[in-house]
């Protein structure tokens, strides 16, 4: 019986551990919700923008799913900023079928790592300067 026990503890606590590994892995993205959020922000920001030279219809685009790629930390004071590559599924106005489309979001993470920013870049030429953060919703 004792023989038993010292091989099966063995292989329970590498399980163990490797399932700690991978739930920490998985978490280095943002919740796909605060993806979703962050890009409706990003593209209701753009949509602002542009409504002084066309006129636009009210929700223009409406993101159906994100699939995040790649996250990369860049270096700020805080280190709590990142950039986020993917591909987003997209419906328009007109258009029967989804367009699948590839984004790139920066975001700053809250200081207790509760909350999310989207962060724009504020840029004098090739260089940036400064940052622009919105507070996207917290989601549970």
């Keep these: 019986m004792r ?16 399932l700690t590994i991978f739930g920490c892995a998985s978490s ?12 409706e922000l990003q593209i209701d ?10 006129d636009l219809d009210e929700g223009f685009v409406r993101i159906v799913s994100v699939k995040p ?7 700020n004071q805080e280190g709590r900023l990142l950039s986020v590559k993917g591909r987003c599924d997209c419906e328009f106005p007109g258009l029967k079928d989804q367009v699948d489309t590839p984004f790139q979001l920066f975001l700053e993470q809250g200081d207790k ?4 920013r989207l962060a724009k870049p504020i840029a004098t030429g ?4 400064d940052w622009s953060t919105y507070p996207l919703p917290i989601t549970p």
Excluded at 3 to 18: D, N, T, Y
Excluded at 69 to 75: A, G, K, R, T
């Design 45 to 54: 920001l753009t949509e602002r923008s542009l409504e002084n030279v066309v």
């Design 69 to 75: 790629s790649s996250v990369e930390y860049l270096p």
């Design 28 to 39: 280095r993205f943002p919740p796909n919700s605060v993806l979703k959020d962050a890009l």
């Design 126 to 129: 090739s260089l940036i300067k």
């Design 113 to 116: 790592r509760e909350s999310w």
């Design 3 to 18: 023989c038993v026990s010292q091989k099966i503890l063995p292989l329970i606590l590498a399980s163990l551990i490797s």
